[in-house]
């Protein structure tokens, strides 16, 4: 299993500013992955992180507002630049089990409201 | 401390026959509650819902039963069909705070 921190939990943030989200694992994983939960939304990828290599980023999403770091097996980091209203969501991490039964364990999640 | 579990991590379910997901919380202050599906390299899809003002919700061959006094939701998949299988997870929420995940059932659907 692998248990999963984000800081900050919440926050509040002014329209035009940024936000970088992190996320510690407890285990060395080689995937992990950028979610974010809209309001009343389903549960949306935004990219997968990989260490060594730059972000695969899902339809949609564009490295220069969702910049993503992986330094290492442990750790990354989401920033949500230049944001505006309609970032106001919940962004979690989540982690594949590299076990027999592909377990995907997910963050506490950071809610992000922007006014 | 794990809020949501899923405690069988896979199920395997002939065709045609019914799928049982089942899933516990801790949290007597949780009140909304969702299932999605997930297919291997894509994110989850949103599966169902329900609040904990209902103990029953269904739409079409899904339905998720809830058990409040025993912190115990389920999925009830009938019939079950190959393109069924998947990983689900549910995830718990206090109404306007962040949801909780399990860790998934991979249920394969055999034809």
């Known amino acids: 299993s692998a248990v999963i921190s984000q800081k900050p939990s919440r926050d509040i943030c002014q329209r035009g500013t940024s936000l970088t989200i992190q996320c510690q694992v407890d285990?060395?994983?080689?995937?992990m992955f950028w979610y974010r939960q809209q309001p009343g939304q389903s549960l949306t990828l935004i990219a997968t992180a990989n260490q060594g290599s730059e972000a695969t980023y899902e339809s949609g999403f564009v490295i220069d507002k969702f910049p993503i770091s992986r330094p290492n097996l442990t750790f990354s980091t989401l920033t949500v630049s230049n944001m505006s209203p309609e970032d106001s969501s919940i962004y979690l991490c989540?982690?594949?089990?590299?076990?027999?039964?592909?377990?995907?364990?997910f963050g506490p999640g950071t809610r992000l409201t922007v006014l | 401390d794990q809020q949501v579990k899923q405690n069988s991590p896979s199920l395997s379910v002939q065709e045609g026959r019914i799928s049982i997901l089942n899933c516990d919380y801790t949290?007597?202050?949780?009140?909304?509650f969702l299932w999605y599906k997930k297919y291997p390299a894509e994110g989850p899809t949103f599966l169902i819902s329900?609040?904990?003002?209902?103990d029953k919700n269904e739409d079409g061959r899904f339905t998720v039963f809830l058990n409040k006094s025993a912190k115990h939701l389920s999925l009830h998949i009938v019939p079950s069909q190959p393109g069924d299988s998947a990983v689900y997870f549910c995830a718990a929420s206090q109404t306007g705070n962040q949801f909780y995940f399990g860790t998934g059932t991979s249920l394969t659907v055999i034809p």
């Open positions: 329900i609040s904990s003002i209902k």
């Open positions: 285990s060395q994983v080689t995937m």
């Open positions: 989540s982690v594949d089990d590299i076990g027999e039964y592909n377990e995907q364990f």
């Open positions: 949290n007597s202050m949780f009140d909304y």
